[in-house]
């Protein structure tokens, strides 16, 4: 059973900086694409980042130059770097794989205002 854990959610101004973390507990994660969504209020929840076995990355069009995404499988950690943040970013950021494979975990709420 995979258990993912977010953190580093937060409150940030516009053209501000956050990093977010997200542990997966249990086997395998060197093997997974893993990716970074994020659902903003009253819209679906949408793929925002992937990062692959071998570190190939992918981004979705909205955040594309602005967002990084990593992984160190030594720690089982999938990370994503988030500059020159936006209004419209505000949201609740999970990781999980791409297809969702796994149950979702708490998510962290990142939040851009003035």
Request: aromatic share 8%; proline share 3%; hydrophobic share 30%.
């Amino acid at each position: 059973q995979v258990r993912l854990v977010e953190s580093g959610g937060g409150l940030v101004q516009p053209g501000g900086s956050l990093r977010l973390s997200c542990v997966v507990a249990g086997s395998g994660f060197s093997v997974y694409t893993m990716g970074w969504h994020r659902q903003a209020p009253g819209k679906q929840r949408e793929l925002v980042a992937a990062i692959t076995s071998s570190g190939r990355t992918n981004y979705g069009d909205s955040v594309k130059g602005r967002f990084t995404i990593s992984r160190d499988n030594a720690k089982n950690t999938v990370y994503l770097q988030m500059n020159s943040l936006k209004l419209d970013d505000t949201a609740v950021y999970y990781c999980n794989t791409p297809q969702a494979a796994f149950s979702w975990g708490q998510g962290t709420q990142v939040t851009v205002s003035s």
